[in-house]
């Protein structure tokens, strides 16, 4: 049985890394380049299998050579794509992402394509039903609100990967049982000072079950309504952070599917995140589930 499913963006990337970031109208011989499958909720899915958790896709996809990849993709890290519509004759969502060797850091360049927005099937429905935990990333808006709204419904948990301030999100929000945005989602939606007044707005103006601010390098906060408690970054040698959120929020799925408590989805989701940024592709180089509490243990930390 399918323990996770997810609507959101699931684009092929090609990541180029490069020595610095160059000037404007230069030339630049890259250190290599390959593509990926990239997103936040397709990536948060291949995190949450490649870990051990049941999960499958939900959206459209077309037939150009991004979009076989794409499904290639997830097949071969065991998400499953049988809620996933064909459509002929459209061009996939793609991006190019240049990696900074110098800085370790990334600059990302999409174009979300044709492919038209997904309506829900009742087979698509049923497994949202059936789901324990549904994942949204604000795209696909209409499709993942009514999802959402099925999984309030039925009992299916909603986690919001809240990554970006996309238009309409504020009628996604309120369905969010485990919301986790990123510092400057908070910041932008709540127009707040700090991280912890944010999550407090967000918990009064929402009600969601928890919620969990990522701050990068810096770790995050966990907010229950009651109390704010700091979860920590690890530091590691870094080669590619491009979707190391993403990866997070999988992360975080998957150890809710456990049954951690949330601190311990922090803890545990912060360390496979820093391990996927020593690797480049964000769903290739996301660790099992034996090699993130092996690194914990490393650190002193027993989950």
Known sequence: MIEIVGIGANVCDTLIKIPSYPEEDTKMRAISSVRSGGG???????????????CAYIGNNTDDGAAMFLKAD???????????????GYNSFSSVI??????????????????????LSDKQKEAVKKAKILMVDGNELDAAVEAAQLARESGTLVLYDAGGLYDG??????????LVPSEEFALGH???????????????KY????????????????????????????????VDSNGS???????????????????????????VSALKCTGVGARKSVPSYERTLSFLKERGIIL
């Open 245 to 271: 959120g993403d990866v997070f929020h999988g992360a975080f799925a998957f150890c809710l599917t456990k049954g951690f408590d949330y601190m311990k989805c922090c803890i545990f989701s912060s360390a």
């Open 40 to 54: 936040p909720c397709a990536t948060g899915l291949v995190a949450a299998a490649k870990l051990g958790a049941r």
């Open 190 to 204: 709540t127009k707040a000072e700090t991280a912890e007044e944010a999550a407090k707005i967000l918990f009064e």
């Open 98 to 119: 240049w990696l900074s060797e110098d800085s370790a850091s990334r600059t990302c360049v999409f174009d979300k394509g044709s492919v038209p927005p997904l309506a």
């Open 207 to 238: 009600s969601p079950k928890i919620i969990v601010i990522t701050q990068g390098k810096n770790g995050g906060i966990l907010y229950d309504g009651k109390e704010t408690q700091k979860y920590p970054a690890f530091l590691v040698d870094a």
């Open 169 to 178: 999100v504020e009628k996604l929000l309120p369905y969010a049982d485990i």
């Open 74 to 88: 997830f097949e071969k890290y065991n998400v499953s794509t049988e809620y996933i519509n064909t459509l002929k």
